[in-house]
């Protein structure tokens, strides 16, 4: 099938900014908008083998488009309409995608979208939600980006002095937390856990050999059973504490129920209902202060 004919230089300024030959492109239609660009692209179609059975008995199944942002132009959001053609091997029926050199693996962004994503990531004053602006998509996606692009070196070492926290993870699948592990005296972390359930810490720490897990000496976490448990199974010769900061974030949770309940109790009014419900922080005082 020829090429498609360039109609005008609009068009040809879009098959410049994608990097695409005019020769694999079967049709192209632009139309420029207030704050936005719309790209419409069919590629020449190229009927590849049969992934199945290799054959060569080929035709065009269908077309879906496909909705991208790409990331072309600085000073307003482009879009472009891929028109994903669909093969159908007539020998075994197996229908399949043709390849897409536009968008990401499972994306809705262009391959050079992600890339500039990830090297604006370089810069320590950014944020998801800046980078996101700039490339006109969400401070999610861009996490996603990273997260797909970026990998982490596994630790082989574990430290002498360990800390377990958590934080709210509002993107995992497998678990409402992600697990940090910290390293108390180099003051930096070890690793960063996409679970903190039992079984996952477990199958994390069972890697390492018995020999590097006794070079721990302490473990401090917060109160969560599975820390203690897991210390417990994995780290025999370590001391295992509570941090201060929870213990201390527990005491007060108690004492605050316990003044709620007395102060319930109080005649409302009295001077002992006062102080309870607006001077709470006397409690905290030494008498001896």
Known sequence: MMAVKVKNSLENTAL????????????????PGIGQMLVEVTLVPAFPECPRCGGHNIVVFNYTPRVINHDVLTDRK????????????????RTYGEDNPF?????RISILTGKAIIEDLRSPNETFASVGERHHVSATTVMKIFDMCV??????KLCRVMQIDETYSFKSDDSKYVCMLLDYDAQSPVDVLPS?????????????????????????????????E??????????????RFHVVQEYTKSLNRVRIRVMKGTRKGSPEYYLLKHQSELLGIRPDA
């Open 196 to 228: 903190r359930k039992k079984e996952y810490l477990a199958a994390y720490f069972r890697k390492f050999p018995r020999s590097e897990r006794d070079r721990v000496e302490y473990i401090s976490s917060d109160m969560y059973r599975p820390y203690r």
């Open 78 to 93: 482009c879009t472009l309409i891929y028109n994903a053609r669909r093969y159908k091997c007539k020998d075994c029926h």
């Open 103 to 107: 968008a990401m693996k499972r994306q």
């Open 151 to 156: 990998s982490y070196p596994v630790p082989v």
């Open 16 to 31: 410049e900014l994608f990097g695409l030959d005019a020769s694999r492109v079967q049709n192209i239609s632009t139309s």
């Open 230 to 243: 897991i210390a417990a199974t994995f780290f025999p010769k370590a001391i295992f504490a509570v941090d």
